[in-house]
């Protein structure tokens, strides 16, 4: 999902270090102590939205009212990861990527106790607050340690911790909230958090190579008009996966009638479909620049509609699912690449743009369906909110980017691409 989002950092992280050649005793370790932080994130992030009747239940709110906690997660990545990105510029990424963990483990661990709903509101803000500044960190130490030319594929295998959390590590903590309590997810997502936090001390290389750079560069991309409609493209076209992805429970047990142990496996069919969209749609963003992102919106529109007449039937349901997962998933390496493209020189900054508008999307999807809830349309009413929203991004990218040439970039010139970043790359997560 985010290995196009970092490709052009990971290639200038290589360009700073083509004098040298790094010694890592071992990178293979270094590389699964990252995946263990994206897989705990990953898991804390969607394993949320799996348990929100739980948590709602429990702390006696209606469900609308329980998507705050989503919500609030999704802005703590907004406005956290560059936040944070800006602040840490300098930093050794070693030593943030180990105060990120910490801080993970700090929001965590407090949603596992908030006593009320405004606490956990809290609670996973703080939590969101991490994860873009860790993927980002995460890309550096990546290109970093498997040298030149072999950045995207080291970024990708790290990924493949968020791909293993969409499929199996938020269905096994849904399995423990409804086994155990919601508070038993949180807790299981803070004991992986550790064992990633261990990982990340024994294992990070110790260098004054990963020491960080001035962002100057990257804030002047701001000024660009195209970076600011990608962004609007995504925030507004990707809202429908988690205008779904956020309620799937009650879509399972009040719209289809099934009983909850049927929710884990809704949860993998839908991450089973996000991994193999993520995969076919890295290929079509690195052969066509538009294709992937109309093909991926158009075809979830359809799907959206499906949901919204018969969802109400298992056998309609689980497919639909899994085909909304991956043709949103085809769609988002295309944003990614040409959001990276508008600005080459500011891959750091694009890269937590990037992932806060996705995040935006979280929000907007959460919120919309919430809307939707409260106005009594039914349970499955919520897909009606994202068809909305993904129709209005698709219309915005035809019209204002498809037939609008984009700005010629300012600043440094981008480094030159090598074969095996992106195109070329393979890996748990990444896209070929």
Same mark, same amino acid.
């Given at each position: 999902?985010?290995?196009?989002?970092?490709?052009?950092?990971?290639?200038?992280?290589?360009?700073?270090? $083509?004098?040298?050649?790094?010694?890592?005793?071992?990178?293979?370790?270094?590389?699964?102590?990252?995946?263990?932080?994206?897989?705990?994130?990953?898991?804390?992030?969607?394993?949320?939205?799996?348990?929100?009747?739980?948590?709602?239940?429990?702390?006696?709110?209606?469900?609308?009212?329980?998507?705050?906690? &989503?919500?609030?997660?999704?802005?703590?990545?907004?406005?956290?990861?560059?936040? &944070?990105?800006?602040?840490?510029?300098?930093?050794?990424?070693?030593?943030?990527?180990?105060?990120?963990? *910490?801080?993970?483990?700090?929001?965590?661990?407090?949603?596992?106790?908030?006593?009320?709903?405004?606490?956990?509101?809290?609670?996973?803000?703080?939590?969101?607050?991490?994860?873009?500044?860790?993927?980002?960190?995460?890309? *550096?130490?990546?290109?970093?340690?498997?040298?030149?030319?072999?950045?995207?594929? $080291?970024?990708?295998?790290?990924?493949?911790?968020?791909?293993?959390?969409?499929?199996?590590?938020?269905?096994?903590?849904?399995?423990?909230?409804?086994? *155990?309590?919601?508070?038993?997810?949180?807790?299981?997502?803070?004991?992986?958090?550790?064992? $990633?936090?261990?990982?990340?001390?024994?294992?990070?290389?110790?260098?004054?190579?990963?020491?960080?750079?001035?962002?100057?560069?990257?804030?002047?991309?701001?000024?660009?008009?195209?970076?600011?409609?990608?962004?609007?493209?995504?925030?507004?076209?990707?809202?429908?996966?988690?205008?779904?992805?956020?309620?799937?429970?009650?879509?399972?047990?009040?719209?289809?009638?099934?009983?909850?142990?049927?929710?884990?496996?809704?949860?993998?069919?839908?991450?089973?479909?996000?991994? *193999?969209?993520?995969?076919?749609?890295?290929?079509?963003?690195?052969?066509?620049?538009?294709?992937?992102?109309?093909?991926?919106?158009?075809?979830?529109?359809?799907?959206?509609?499906?949901?919204?007449?018969?969802?109400?039937?298992?056998?309609?349901?689980?497919?639909?699912?899994?085909?909304?997962?991956?043709?949103?998933?085809?769609?988002?390496?295309?944003?990614?690449?040409?959001?990276?493209?508008?600005?080459?020189?500011?891959?750091?900054?694009?890269?937590?743009?990037?992932?806060?508008?996705?995040?935006?999307?979280?929000?907007?999807?959460?919120?919309?369906?919430?809307?939707?809830?409260?106005?009594?349309?039914?349970?499955?009413?919520?897909?009606?909110?994202?068809?909305?929203?993904?129709?209005?991004?698709?219309?915005?990218?035809?019209?204002?980017?498809?037939?609008?040439?984009? $700005?010629?970039?300012?600043?440094?010139?981008?480094?030159?691409?090598?074969?095996?970043?992106?195109?070329?790359?393979?890996?748990?997560?990444?896209?070929?």
């Amino acid at each position: 999902m985010h290995q196009h989002a970092y490709e052009g950092q990971c290639t200038a992280e290589e360009a700073r270090h $083509a004098s040298t050649k790094p010694t890592i005793r071992h990178p293979k370790l270094t590389l699964l102590a990252l995946a263990l932080g994206t897989f705990a994130i990953g898991t804390g992030e969607f394993g949320s939205n799996g348990i929100i009747q739980l948590f709602a239940s429990d702390l006696d709110v209606s469900i609308p009212v329980a998507t705050y906690a &989503i919500t609030a997660y999704a802005i703590g990545v907004v406005l956290g990861s560059p936040a &944070i990105i800006l602040l840490a510029a300098r930093a050794n990424r070693r030593t943030l990527l180990i105060g990120l963990i *910490v801080l993970f483990l700090v929001g965590n661990g407090l949603s596992a106790l908030a006593p009320n709903i405004a606490l956990l509101v809290v609670c996973r803000f703080v939590a969101g607050s991490v994860q873009g500044a860790f993927f980002g960190a995460g890309a *550096v130490v990546a290109a970093y340690v498997y040298g030149p030319g072999r950045g995207g594929k $080291a970024f990708a295998t790290v990924m493949g911790g968020l791909t293993v959390a969409t499929i199996a590590g938020s269905p096994l903590g849904t399995l423990i909230g409804q086994s *155990v309590g919601w508070r038993a997810t949180y807790w299981t997502v803070v004991a992986v958090g550790l064992l $990633a936090g261990a990982a990340l001390v024994a294992w990070l290389p110790r260098t004054d190579d990963l020491r960080g750079s001035s962002v100057a560069n990257e804030l002047r991309a701001l000024r660009r008009g195209n970076v600011w409609l990608m962004v609007a493209v995504a925030a507004l076209g990707i809202s429908s996966i988690f205008a779904v992805y956020t309620f799937i429970g009650p879509f399972v047990t009040d719209a289809a009638r099934r009983d909850a142990s049927l929710i884990p496996l809704a949860l993998a069919v839908f991450g089973l479909g996000m991994a *193999v969209g993520n995969h076919l749609g890295g290929r079509v963003a690195d052969r066509h620049e538009n294709r992937g992102l109309i093909w991926g919106y158009g075809a979830v529109l359809g799907l959206l509609v499906l949901i919204g007449l018969a969802g109400g039937n298992l056998a309609v349901l689980l497919p639909c699912l899994f085909g909304v997962g991956a043709t949103m998933m085809y769609a988002i390496p295309t944003i990614q690449v040409r959001l990276t493209g508008f600005a080459p020189d500011a891959p750091t900054l694009m890269g937590a743009l990037n992932l806060a508008a996705l995040n935006l999307a979280n929000s907007l999807g959460a919120i919309g369906g919430a809307v939707t809830l409260d106005a009594g349309w039914g349970t499955l009413s919520t897909v009606w909110a994202g068809f909305v929203l993904t129709a209005a991004g698709l219309l915005l990218y035809v019209v204002a980017v498809v037939r609008r040439a984009p $700005a010629p970039p300012t600043g440094p010139a981008r480094p030159r691409r090598r074969q095996t970043i992106g195109s070329g790359s393979t890996g748990p997560g990444g896209s070929a």
